[in-house]
C-alpha cells in the first residue's frame, strides 16, 4: 500500500544532501539524503504545520504509546532556540535485490522542471514532499520524516570557501621557481651527501 504523501510548508533549508547521499555519522549505516527544514516559530503555517505532525504520530502509534527521545523528527534550533524550530528529512540508500542502489528525492525548480544537479547552498527555501517512516524501539517509539520530492523555490549556489582567498601575493618562491632554476625542492638527498638521520 502506498504511503500518505504530506508537503512542508515553504522554509528555508540548511545543511541540504539531497543531491547525492552522504555518509552518517554511525559509519555501519548506509548512506542518506538528508536536509534540515527552519521554521520560524512565530509562523503560524509553520506551527499548524506541526501539530498536524503530532496528530499523525498519535494516528500511527496511539495516544497510549511512549515516544522516544527523538521521536520527533524535530527540535529547538541550537542557536536560536525561540525563534527557529529545526524539521529532519532524511531516507537512507539501499541496495536493491538486483544490485542497483535506490535514488534520491526528485528535485524540481520553481515551475516543475527537473533539477539541473547544482548542490543546494544554506538559505535556499524549499518545500519537502515526503512519507512518514514509523518505527518503534525499546526506548519508545517515533517516526522520520523520508523526502520524496524536493520543491526548490528560491536558489541560492552552494559555495566552498577557497581557504588561499586570505593570503596576499607576495614576493617569493613560486612553483615555476624549481624548474627554471635547476634546483630541488629541499627534500631530496644526493647521493653524495650523508642522509640528515
Known sequence: MAKDIFRSPLAEVRWAHLITPRHQLDKSKPKAWTADLLLPNNDEKAQSFLLAMEDQFIALHGSRKRRAEKGFP?????????????LRFKIPQFQRRDGSLSEGPRIVDARK????????????????????YDWDGENGCGMTFQPRAVQVV??????QVDPTDGFDE??????????????????????????PF
Not at 528560491?154 to 559555495?159: A, C, N, Q, S, W
Open 74 to 86: 524535530w527540535k529547538a534550533d541550537k542557536e536560536k532556540p525561540n525563534e527557529l524550530t529545526v
Open 113 to 132: 522542471q527537473p533539477w539541473d544537479g547544482a548542490a543546494i547552498g544554506n538559505g535556499s527555501k524549499v518545500i519537502v514532499a515526503f512519507d512518514i
Open 154 to 159: 528560491e536558489f541560492v549556489p552552494y559555495e
Open 170 to 195: 607576495l614576493d617569493g618562491y613560486t612553483t615555476g621557481s624549481a624548474a627554471e632554476t635547476g634546483s630541488s625542492t629541499g627534500w631530496a638527498v644526493d647521493d653524495d651527501d650523508e642522509a
